[in-house]
């Protein structure tokens, strides 16, 4: 069964950095965009960045700047640098992947359980 698993959410200093990773694991024959989004308490969940299969790179505009995202393909890895974070990114960061498993021609659209990131001094 193909699942996502993030990883590397933590608490961390306003001005700090963390890396956060979501590996794709179990019979994967492709994967397409890649991305990662987020949720705080009381608000809807919204993209941070997505990653086409192609290598094109979207951020939002409230972490231009300040967050890398990138994918190893042969890893099936994505992996969101943030840096000079700030209480505001607080939230739980969520990968999203339109996956392709070796059985099937079907594209499924993949979540993580997400990782929670805390921006607090």
């Known amino acids: 069964q193909v699942r996502l698993v993030e990883s590397g959410g933590d608490l961390v200093q306003p001005g700090g950095s963390l890396r956060l990773s979501c590996a794709a694991s179990g019979g994967i024959g492709s994967i397409d965009d890649m991305g990662w989004y987020r949720q705080a308490p009381g608000k809807q969940r919204e993209l941070v960045a997505v990653i086409t299969s192609g290598g094109r790179i979207n951020y939002a505009d409230s972490v231009k700047g300040r967050f890398t995202a990138s994918r190893d393909n042969a890893k099936n890895t994505m992996y969101l640098q943030m840096n000079s974070l700030k209480p505001e990114d607080s939230a739980v960061y969520y990968c999203?992947?339109?996956?392709?498993?070796?059985?099937?021609?079907?594209?499924?659209?993949?979540w993580g359980q997400g990782t929670q990131v805390t921006v607090s001094s």
């Open positions: 999203n992947a339109r996956v392709r498993p070796l059985t099937t021609a079907r594209m499924y659209d993949l």
